[in-house]
């Protein structure tokens, strides 16, 4: 069975086509391509409150180019989520309206709640020993999704509005960290004790790339703290030469930093799992369950 999702955030919008296949009658998500497009919504949302003209277009562009992709790999089932900046915008309805008109996509504006629990679908701490609690950290443009599991069930899963490009704009009150920070420490009282962060996100992919870990082996608090210090001491441009990011990744790679280092010091995590998942995973994750309910099988 061949699936596509579409993530329109609030940095870049990502295509994700993906086959599922069955091995010892458990699924298998083979990812065949993913493309992502810098359209930096949040740089005109979190500001203007609203999609500049500019932008709408940039966005049908996008959108119809992933039209012809996932026609051209013969995808019969996708789906299309939208997250923080198109939550925030006061023109969002008129867009996905144009988008829905001129490409016949129909994309889904999802809450800061359901983007959490579409990161979970993902499942990754289930396959992990039981011993500790997982905090899951989607780090995004516009929002970090949290999503703690412990003593195998789901304990919490929130969003907030503390995201890459609303730092960097200064959009991000103090208060909204101190939320934040006393959520984390209300909420997880009583399982604190060895948790271990699994993190989401181009950044942390990104840091995971540089570290040049081994697939499956963890970045320690202090590591990321090392970077935060690195990268934070050279300009954006100086980024873009010295660790070969673009620019679109080297500006908001510091501020995802931050993020990242508060939510595990907050939560006691000195480790960090970064299994290069990300929402559009959890999109056909969830596409697959649906149609399984439906009793549409490959």
């Known amino acids: 069975m061949r699936l596509a999702a579409i993530d329109i955030g609030s940095n870049a919008a990502r295509l994700l086509i993906s086959d599922v296949v069955m091995i010892n009658n458990k ?104 011993e500790h609690s997982y905090l899951y950290i989607d780090v995004g443009g516009g929002s970090t999704e949290l999503t703690f599991f412990a003593v195998n069930k789901l304990i919490f899963k929130e969003s907030f509005n503390i995201g890459t490009i609303r730092l960097l704009k200064n959009q991000v009150q103090e208060n909204s960290w101190e939320e934040m920070k006393d959520f984390i420490k209300k909420e997880m009282k009583g399982h604190d004790n060895d948790v271990v962060a699994i993190g989401s996100g181009g950044n942390i992919n990104k840091v995971f790339s540089l570290s040049k870990r081994k697939d499956g082996k963890p970045l320690s608090l202090d590591l990321l703290k090392d970077y935060y210090k690195e990268l934070g001491s050279f300009s954006v441009k100086e980024r873009m030469r010295l660790y070969h990011l673009k620019e679109d990744r080297a500006d908001v790679i510091v501020p995802a930093l931050q993020i990242y280092i508060n939510v595990m010091r907050w939560a006691n995590a000195t480790e960090i799992f970064v299994p290069k998942i990300g929402l559009a995973d959890g999109l056909i994750q969830h596409l697959y369950g649906e149609l399984i309910r439906k009793g549409i099988r490959a």
């Open 27 to 130: 699924p298998e998500f083979n990812k065949l391509n993913l493309i992502r497009v810098p359209l930096r919504l949040g740089f005109d949302v979190f500001e203007k409150t609203r999609i500049s003209q500019e932008k709408v277009t940039m966005i049908i562009n996008t959108i119809q180019a992933f039209r012809y992709l996932i026609d051209a790999y013969d995808v019969k089932y996708f789906k299309a989520a939208a997250t923080s900046a198109m939550r925030d915008a006061v023109n969002a309805r008129s867009i996905l309206e144009q988008v829905k008109h001129e490409t016949g996509i129909e994309i889904e504006v999802i809450t800061g709640d359901d983007e959490a629990t579409l990161v979970y679908e993902n499942h990754i701490a289930e396959n992990l020993d039981t």
